[in-house]
């Protein structure tokens, strides 16, 4: 099919030169479609299989992610810039770099809109991450957390994390209000979240039927986070009243795991 395809493009193309005046032999236009159909082809099949290629080596990238309303952008612009910052919702990535005391070079941020539609595009920043934030409204209502565990079930699910064995810190913003839950709380909930998703995963036709596919937890147990072949903590901070310092001190720690392979 190929074949007949480019034959038929050498004909007119042949044509179209020799009324300007340019003679040229049919086995040479032939060879030449030949050559860049071929060409396009292997860069085509390079471009697939790098998209699919899991990295072999932690990145150099602190990725802040995380639902709509929990504080993304305002953690953000107290790392980046020192002060608070009003938000509006994004439909793009904000980029800086970021002094660090105590880490050997600036770190760059990452802060990924939390909108659910644009959470395809999260693959190729997870790709370069050295360490994730991901920020939970610490005064969030029950549906807040269970959209948080939707957004955290493809996290620890993620090749990438489980592969590379990416820290992640769960930074519970908000956390200055006297309604906001504990830690302990937080925690206990989402695991909850988690377990029943993985429940409803297992349930749906199609769902984990693949041999790629990594299980959350351990297959016969109830998920604990402590089951996860990586790091996650907990911290409470307060995007609003500059308290991050949790979240400076992962970073810190976590650099000196960016560019390891594991």
Do not use: W
């Amino acid at each position: 099919m190929e074949l007949l395809y480019t034959v038929t493009l050498a004909s007119p193309l042949n044509s179209l030169l020799a009324a300007v005046g340019i003679e040229v032999p049919t086995s040479l236009v032939f060879g030449v479609i030949v050559a860049l159909v071929v060409i396009l082809a292997l860069q085509f099949k390079n471009s697939a299989s790098s998209e699919g290629t899991v990295p072999t080596k932690r990145g150099s990238t602190a990725l802040i992610y995380g639902g709509t309303g929990a504080g993304k952008t305002v953690l953000f612009g107290q790392l980046s810039r020192e002060k608070f910052l009003p938000t509006l919702t994004s439909q793009t990535a904000n980029i800086a770099k970021v002094s660090v005391s105590g880490a050997d070079n600036e770190i760059q941020v990452v802060d990924y809109p939390g909108h659910y539609r644009l959470r395809q595009g999260l693959d190729k920043y997870v790709a370069r991450a050295g360490c994730v934030v991901f920020v939970v409204n610490a005064n969030g209502d029950e549906a807040s957390y269970r959209a948080a565990a939707d957004y955290l079930y493809s996290l620890f699910t993620n090749h990438v994390v489980n592969d590379l064995q990416i820290p992640i810190l769960i930074a519970l913003n908000k956390s200055e209000l006297l309604t906001a839950k504990s830690q302990h709380s937080v925690r206990t909930i989402l695991e909850k979240e988690l377990n029943e998703l993985r429940s409803s995963q297992a349930a749906t036709p199609g769902q984990q039927d693949s041999d790629d596919d990594i299980f959350l937890g351990i297959l016969g147990q109830r998920f604990s986070i402590d089951q996860l072949p990586f790091e996650v903590s907990f911290a409470e901070i307060s995007g609003k009243e500059g308290n991050v310092e949790p979240v400076l001190s992962f970073l810190r720690e976590s650099s000196q795991g960016f560019g390891q392979s594991i």
